[in-house]
Nanobody, 121 residues
Framework: VQLQASGGGLVQAGGSLRLSCTAS????????MGWFRQAPGKGRESVAA????????YYTDSVKGRFTIPRDNAKDTVTLQMNSLQPEDTAMYYC???????????????WGQGTLVTVSS
């Protein structure tokens, strides 16, 4: 499956951004999807994940209550809605897909290119 991420940009603290990831090449609904981020000098962090049906979601503690990860299987798209953004959310964000429900970045098989999110204070 091929993944295309978009929607990054520069936003002030307290603002919102919506990242989108569109899949092609395989049956999107057969995959768990995740969003991950990597800040300069740091490892890749799991941000949020959603299973194939949308019935199971995962959020890392630092984004709970601020980020959501809806998916639209009819449009082959998963979104990361980010609200109340903080400077510590600044990172390159990646979407990824996996046939099984997992949350660790190392378990995901298919990756999109990153989209940069910068939050100014």
């Amino acid at each position: 499956v091929q993944l295309q991420a978009s929607g990054g940009g520069l936003v002030q603290a307290g603002g919102s951004l919506r990242l989108s990831c569109t899949a092609s090449g395989r049956t999107f609904s057969g995959y768990a999807m995740g969003w991950f981020r990597q800040a300069p000098g740091k490892g890749r962090e799991s941000v949020a994940a959603i299973n194939w049906s949308g019935g199971i979601t995962y959020y890392t503690d630092s984004v709970k209550g601020r980020f959501t990860i809806p998916r639209d299987n009819a449009k082959d798209t998963v979104t990361l809605q980010m609200n109340s953004l903080q400077p510590e959310d600044t990172a390159m964000y990646y979407c990824a897909a996996n046939r099984l429900w997992v949350t660790l970045a190392t378990r995901y098989d298919y990756w999109g290119q990153g989209t940069l999110v910068t939050v100014s204070s």
